[in-house]
Structures are given as C-alpha cells and as structure tokens.
C-alpha cells in the first residue's frame, strides 16, 4: 500500500500545535506519512496495529532496531512494522525517540492501515505489505541548503566525505573531512549490499542534486545521508537558532510596543489630570 508522504513543514506546524513542543534535536520531526486507506474502528486489524506499535516500544528500550509481524487467527489480514535508532544514540535517548515517534504516528495517521514518520533520531513504520528486508529508494525528503554555500576547499572535503558514505560497508556510518561532516544510516532490515546500493544512490543525489549547497538532506524510503559544515546535522538545529532569533525580535516587540503603549497611556493620564487640574483652576 502506498504512504502518502506530506509537506514536512506543514506537519511539523501541525504536530507543534498539538503536541508538546520537542525539546531536543533528537525529537525534530523530519517526515510523516500516511496511507490513505483506513481501517475500521474496532477491528481485529486495529487491534494488531495498537499492539504491533505497543511492541515497538517495548523493545525500543533494549536494542536500536527490531522487526514485527503480526499476524493474528482468524483475521486474513497482517500487519508489519520496524523501528531504527539512529546508530549513535544510546538505550534512553532510542526509546525516548521512538516513544514519541509512536505517538506522534498516532496523531497524523488515526485510523490509517500504514504510517511512517521520521524524526531526527528515530524511525518507524508500519503497514499492511511486506516491506521488511526490501530495498526502497523513493525520495521522500530532500532538502539543500543555500547554492554556492561551499568554497571550493569544502567542496572537496564535502565531497571527499560523500564518497566515503557511498562506498564504505555499514549501516550507520559518519565521516567527515576538514569543516565538513557526514552520516548515513540504513534500517536494519536491508542486507549489507541493499544498504551500500541504497546509500549510495541518496549519496549520487546529494552531489548533484544539492550542488556546492553547505548542507544537504537525502532521505530516502529505506536510508538516508546527511551532509553539512560545522558537523550540525539537525535541520531542527539550525531551524532552532532562527526560532530563536525569531523569538528574540518577537520579545523586543512585545516589550517595545508595551513600552509605547504605557508611553501613550501616561500622556493621556497627565492630560486627562491637566485637563481636570485645569478645569478647577478656571473654576475658583
Ligand atoms: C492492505 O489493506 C487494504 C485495506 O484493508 C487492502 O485493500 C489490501 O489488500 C491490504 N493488503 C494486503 C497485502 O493485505
Ligand atoms: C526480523 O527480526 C528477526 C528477529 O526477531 C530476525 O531474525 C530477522 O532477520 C529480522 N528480519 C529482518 C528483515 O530484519
């Protein structure tokens, strides 16, 4: 079944309105989907996805990846599902990630026969077909930074780095060179050799799809490689820095306008007393 991936931003707008906002990069909401199909409320099939999920992060806080099926009697359907932790995260920060990941499934996919959500530590899917151990290249997120964002000294270091994720065995691998810093990650379910082929097709992409931009973001179905300068690969991090900024000039605002607004009030006060001070005077 297919999984309708929609805008990143748009998601993250909706998920920051009705869940607590994350407090760490390691929450930062990369992407979501869903399928279109639902399921029926009540349903033996709702029943298996709840617990296939429940299982998910049962063992989130013990090992970094797993695969699921469940299968139940007398219901023809089934369900799959699999979690991936970043390969640098340890036991809490895994479970953390995919405990949220689970309930933010829960929040933009109710009902759905399939989801998928990436957020930046963790991913987790499930669906009713057998996508375990299958190889998926679909671009489901690509993002570059600014063009012309690399000297052509990183340039190099950059795309020394690339080469190395493309071309070296493993499923979560980080490199970097001079200023320049990488990370690629499979999940778990691909073999070595759909984990290097997978690897380095987001790799390909990146060199010609992002240009000399000074980061980019290849995510696809089944792997992703990340690259950027300063070694900060949290979009939500660098997304941060401009909230940040944001709600710094959002302050100054508020506290300026306050200002002038109790400028404006004394003026009219002191009038307002003149005028009666004033009228009194005229008075005697
Ligand atoms: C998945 O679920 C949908 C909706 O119930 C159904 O049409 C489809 O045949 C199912 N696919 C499999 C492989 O069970
Ligand atoms: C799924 O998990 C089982 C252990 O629970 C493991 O033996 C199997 O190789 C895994 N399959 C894939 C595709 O990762």
């Not at 380095?200 to 992703?224: F, H, I, N, P």
Request: aromatic share 10%.
């Amino acid at each position: 079944m297919r999984i309708f991936y929609v805008l990143p931003c748009l998601l993250s707008l909706m998920l920051s309105i009705f869940t607590t906002p994350s407090t760490s990069s390691i929450d930062s909401f990369i992407y979501g989907g869903c399928s279109q199909v639902k399921f029926w409320p009540g349903s033996a099939y709702e029943n298996q996805v709840n617990s296939l999920l429940t299982s998910v992060v049962n063992s989130a806080m013990y090992i970094s990846y797993n695969n699921f099926t469940s299968q139940s009697q007398g219901s023809s359907s089934a369900v799959y599902g699999l979690f991936q932790c970043r390969g640098d995260l340890n036991s809490g920060d895994c479970s953390r990630c995919v405990d949220r990941a689970v309930s933010q499934l829960g929040t933009i996919c109710p009902g759905s026969a399939g989801g998928a959500l990436q957020l930046d530590g963790c991913f987790v899917k499930y669906d009713n077909t057998t996508f375990l151990g299958v190889e998926d290249k679909t671009v489901v997120l690509k993002k570059c930074g600014p063009s012309m964002g690399l000297t052509s000294d990183s340039l190099t270091h950059r795309d020394a780095v690339l080469a190395y994720l493309g071309t070296s065995i493993g499923s979560y691998k980080v490199s970097n060179s001079g200023n320049v810093y990488g990370v690629a990650q499979c999940t778990g379910d691909l073999s070595t050799s759909k984990c290097l082929d997978c690897v380095s097709d987001a790799v390909q992409r990146l060199r010609t799809e992002c240009g000399a931009a000074d980061w980019g973001d290849m995510y696809l179905a089944k792997c992703y490689a990340r690259y950027s300068e300063r070694g900060d690969h949290s979009r939500g991090g660098k997304d941060d820095d401009n909230n940040k900024n944001d709600e710094e000039i959002q302050k100054t605002l508020a506290i300026l306008i306050g200002l002038i607004a109790g400028v404006a009030l004394l003026i009219v006060f002191l009038s307002f007393l003149g005028k009666v001070y004033g009228k009194d005077r005229e008075g005697k």
